[in-house]
C-alpha cells in the first residue's frame, strides 16, 4: 500500500480526514452516522474528486486510515472500488485487493503508460503476466475500458499483449471502450477483439486502437476514428460503418482512407444524427458523397479549406441536395480568406441550415461571407439562419462587425433570434444592452461543449487552422 500512498497530493488528503475528524465531537458524530447515510457520504466526495484520476482511485483506502467504523464501511462497499487504475508504478498486491473488493460491481479499467521509454522499459518482463492474471477473471464486470500509451514501442507492444487478453471474453456490462497509442506499422494487424459486448455503445479508437481493434460495433451509438501513422484500407474503413446498425454520432479525423476510392456502393447509416469531420482530411466531398445518412441533423467541418466542398456541390447541382433534415453547421475556415471561398460552397451544399457555429471568428470577411457573389443582387446565405455561434470576440473592430451583422439581417428580412458568446467574449462586449434588444444572446461555447471530448481536443490548430 505504501506506493499507493506516496504521492504528496494524496498524503495531504489523508492529513486534512485525519484532522477533521480528530476532534471527539466531530469524530463521534462521524462514527454515529448509519453505514448506508455514511456510505451515501462518501460517493458524493468521490464524485466531488472528478476528474482527478489519482485521487480517485486512493479516495477508498485513504477512508480506510480514518477510523475502524469508516474503513469497515469503506472496504465493505465494492462500488468505491469501481476505478481500477493499472497505470505505473503499480503494486500488483494491491491491485488483486482492490479488485477483489469491487466483488461484481462495474468497474472503470484504465491504464495509461508513460511518454519516455525509460519509465516503461525498466518493467519486468514477467510483471505483464501477472497482471494478466489478475485482471482476466474481472474483465466480465467491466463498465469502461481505457487504455492509452505513447511512442514507446515497447508499451505499444505490452498494450497488444493485454488487448490480446480480451479477445475472447464476454463483456455484458461493457458500455465504453478506448485505445489510443503509436502505430507499429505494418507489425501489428488489426484483429476482433471484444468477442461478445452487447452494450457496447461508445467506441473510441486512435492509432493503435483503430489499426489493431475491431470490436463489435452494432450496439454503438458513438463512434471516433483517428489515424496516428498509417491509414486504414477504405474496405474496412467501410465494413465499420456497415455494421453500425445504431450509430447516431461519428467523429473522424485526419486522412483515414487515402486515395479515396472511386464508383464505391454507398453506405448507409439511417441512424446517423451527428457527423464531426475533424483535422486534416483531404477527401471531404469524397467522404460525403459516399454515405446515405437522410437524417443527419449536424455537421462539423473542422478545418474546412477552399476546395473541399468542390465535388459536393457539382454534385448538389445535378441533384437534390443531400442532407434535408441538416440544420446545425460547424465550419472553421482553415484561413481568414477562406470563410468567404468556403461559405458559398457550403450555403449550397447544405441550404436548410437554422444554426451556424463559428469556432474561429475572422472579422475581416465576415459581413461579405453571409451575402451570395456573382454577377446578381447580394442575397443573403442561409435565409433560414436563426442562431449564430461565436466565440473570442475582442476588439471594437470585431465588435462592430457582429453588430453590423445583426442589423444587415434584420434589413434583409431574415434576422437572426439567438446569438451564442463565449464566456471570455461576453464582458468584452460594448453594445450588451443593444444587442439584448435585438434578440437573445447566451453565454455559452457550444464549440467547446462539441469538442471536449475529442481526440487532439488539447490541440487547437489541429481544429482551427491558422
Known amino acids: 500500500m505504501a506506493n499507493l500512498l506516496d504521492d504528496s497530493e494524496t498524503t495531504r488528503s489523508l492529513s486534512d480526514l485525519e484532522l477533521s475528524s480528530s476532534n471527539g465531537e466531530e469524530a463521534a458524530l462521524a462514527n454515529e452516522l448509519p453505514p448506508e ?50 497505470s505505473r508504478p503499480r503494486d500488483l498486491t494491491v491491485l488483486r485487493t482492490y479488485l477483489g473488493r469491487s466483488k461484481d460491481y462495474p468497474i472503470d479499467l484504465h491504464l495509461t503508460y508513460g511518454t519516455t521509454p525509460a519509465q516503461d522499459e525498466k518493467a519486468d518482463p514477467g510483471e505483464l503476466d501477472q497482471l494478466i492474471d489478475i485482471l482476466q477473471p474481472h474483465y466480465f464486470h467491466c463498465r469502461s475500458i481505457r487504455l492509452s500509451c505513447g511512442t514507446c514501442s515497447q508499451a505499444t507492444l505490452e498494450m497488444v499483449s493485454l488487448l490480446e487478453s480480451m479477445r475472447d471474453d464476454h463483456y455484458p456490462m461493457l458500455q465504453s471502450f478506448l ?27 486512435g492509432g493503435l486502437g483503430l489499426s489493431y481493434c475491431r470490436p463489435p460495433l452494432n450496439a ?53 444524427r451527428c457527423l464531426r469531420i475533424f483535422g486534416n482530411m483531404m477527401a471531404v466531398s469524397q467522404f460525403l458523397l459516399t454515405i446515405f445518412v437522410p437524417d443527419l441533423q449536424e455537421l462539423t467541418i473542422a478545418p474546412i479549406a477552399k476546395g473541399d466542398l468542390t465535388m459536393l456541390q457539382e454534385d448538389i447541382s445535378h441533384n437534390t441536395p443531400r442532407f434535408p433534415a441538416l440544420k446545425s453547421l460547424t465550419l472553421a475556415p482553415a484561413h481568414s480568406y477562406d470563410m468567404e471561398r ?8 447544405f441550404p436548410g441550415i437554422e444554426l451556424l457555429i463559428l469556432p474561429n ?21 442561409w435565409p433560414g439562419l436563426h442562431t449564430l455561434a461565436v466565440r473570442d470576440i475582442d476588439g471594437s473592430c470585431n465588435q462592430n462587425v457582429l453588430y453590423e451583422f445583426v442589423e444587415e439581417r434584420q434589413r434583409l428580412g431574415v434576422p437572426l433570434h439567438t446569438l451564442y458568446l463565449d464566456s471570455s467574449s461576453v464582458p468584452r462586449m460594448t453594445r450588451m444592452d443593444w444587442l439584448k434588444d435585438q434578440l437573445l444572446v447566451v453565454e455559452a461555447d457550444p464549440w467547446q461543449i462539441q469538442c471536449g471530448d475529442a481526440f487532439y481536443s488539447d490541440d487547437e490548430d489541429r481544429f482551427l487552422g491558422s
Request: proline share 8%.
Open 220 to 272: 454503438v451509438t458513438e463512434l471516433h476514428l483517428a489515424v496516428s501513422s498509417r491509414i486504414i484500407p477504405y474496405t474496412e474503413f467501410s465494413k465499420m460503418l456497415r455494421s453500425c446498425e445504431s450509430l447516431m454520432t461519428l467523429c473522424i479525423y485526419d486522412n483515414l482512407v487515402h486515395p479515396w476510392p472511386s464508383g464505391q456502393p454507398l453506405i448507409h447509416i439511417p441512424s446517423l
Open 361 to 381: 471568428y475572422h472579422s475581416k470577411y465576415f459581413l461579405l461571407s453571409f451575402m451570395t457573389d456573382g454577377s446578381g443582387p447580394l442575397r443573403p446565405r
Open 179 to 205: 485505445v489510443e497509442g503509436f502505430d507499429m506499422y505494418d507489425r501489428i494487424k488489426s484483429c476482433a477483439i471484444l468477442n461478445d459486448a452487447p452494450n457496447l455503445t461508445s467506441v473510441r479508437l
Open 37 to 86: 447515510l455514511l456510505l451515501y457520504i462518501f460517493e458524493i466526495v468521490q464524485n466531488m474528486l472528478l476528474p482527478s484520476e489519482h485521487l480517485f482511485r486512493h479516495f477508498p483506502l485513504v477512508l480506510g486510515d480514518v477510523s475502524h467504523y469508516w474503513r469497515q464501511v469503506a472496504f465493505g462497499a465494492p462500488m468505491l472500488w469501481s476505478n481500477v487504475d493499472i
Open 342 to 349: 468556403t461559405f458559398g460552397p457550403a450555403s449550397i451544399c
